[in-house]
């Protein structure tokens, strides 16, 4: 009662929410209306179920934009971090070439250069005996006239060695400078390899190791130091972007066979004498080429060639093969497929050995043209092709006559065959090959 009706005074009372009657007497009444049930049409219980419904999409509204700003924010944020880390990613390999591999690489290069000219009197002499010309050794043995050490050297020669000494003094310095920047364990080793014979060297050209020619046989140049830095060159080259993904593709049948059958097919081809092909291909390759390892399989050719002091990249379609030939820790190989290729004329040679075999006519012709545009004016494709179709797994082989080769090769890409030649097969009886070098003019 309190709640509706309020004293005025003593005989005045006013009604708050209801509506007052009276009879006439002092009987006042007032008869009290909900406040709720006056609302509109809306009735209160509905109203309390409306503005708890309002309030709980609310807090879901909040929620949700809470979450979904959190994970917007979160997103950025992560977004920036990567973004950081692949500037820094970047700046750190450029830093690599920049202040290491870049000018150690162009000192090589000054100092294959000069070797080249170095001692040539003396190198044909070692020639015609059937011999390699050390210069270590020769440095540490006495003349006839009692000589030793650069003293034996026309004066022409003594000049260029001061070079190469004087280059391989600037190569340890940047060696013992910036040896952090090596990633590679098995470079250090070899950089430890190099800088023992620019040492040795250095003291032999002073004439402190005389006599000890037979003590320092195993003090030898490590010919696979301009291939291995090439390739860390490439393989910081092709870091620099971390998101870099290799491209995915379904292999055909012929690859898959090389997916699956990796191991065996490794015990089969690793060991196989190449000799005989490599000596053809070497008339033609001068010293320290750049070489593209077209379809290398496991890498015998890629390693040999790098071990022989050549620069070699290599390439194959299967993703165990390039595995493998990456065992190696000189190699730089990339899974891709002959269609895929594109270095620009950057190779001296091509060497595909039994790998166009699997092609068809039609991918055949468009591999051709693509190792054409990889080589320089002058360079050389050396490739090899089964004579015969003895079939006994799932791969796909394809025989290509002369014909064909003339008129791909020849005709409308007007190179020029050097050499054609038979091998039986060297990891089986039955199987034979035929060898081509052709010539880009
Ligand atoms: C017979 S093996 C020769 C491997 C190596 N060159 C040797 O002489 O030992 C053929 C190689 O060609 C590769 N190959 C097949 N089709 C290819 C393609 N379309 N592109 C690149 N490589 C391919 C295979 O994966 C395999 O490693």
Sequence with gaps: MADYVKPLDEKTIECVFGQVTSDGNSNVRCSIESP??????????????????????????????????????????????QNEKAKNHKFEQL?????????????????????????LEEKSIQKKQGKKFRTLRFLTQKNESGLVGIEKLKPYDQSILSNILEISERSLELIESHGGYIDNPALHTLLGKLAAHFRMLKLAADGKLEGLSENLEDIVFPREIDGAIDNEIHKIESSKNINNVQKKYSPNKTVRFYDENSQQYALRTRKADMSGIYDEFFRFIPKGARILDAGCGVGRDTKYFIQEGYKVRSFDASAAMVDMCNEYPFAFCEKMKFSEIQFGPTFDAVWASASLLHLNSFDIEIAFKKLWQCLIPGGYLYFSLKQNLNKSDTREYYIHDEII????????LEMELVKAWETPSSVNFYDKFENYIYKKI
């Design 95 to 119: 830093q690599k070439i920049e202040k290491f591999y870049g000018p150690f690489n162009a000192l090589r290069e000054e100092s294959f250069i000069l070797y080249e000219h170095f001692a």
């Design 36 to 81: 709720s049930n006056k609302l509109g049409p809306i009735a209160s219980d509905q109203l309390v179920v409306i503005t708890s419904l309002a309030t709980v999409l609310l807090a879901l509204g909040t929620t949700l934009y809470t979450i979904w700003k959190y994970r917007s924010d979160s997103r950025m944020r992560l977004e920036q971090i």
């Design 405 to 412: 080769l003339k008129k791909i090769l020849v005709d409308d």
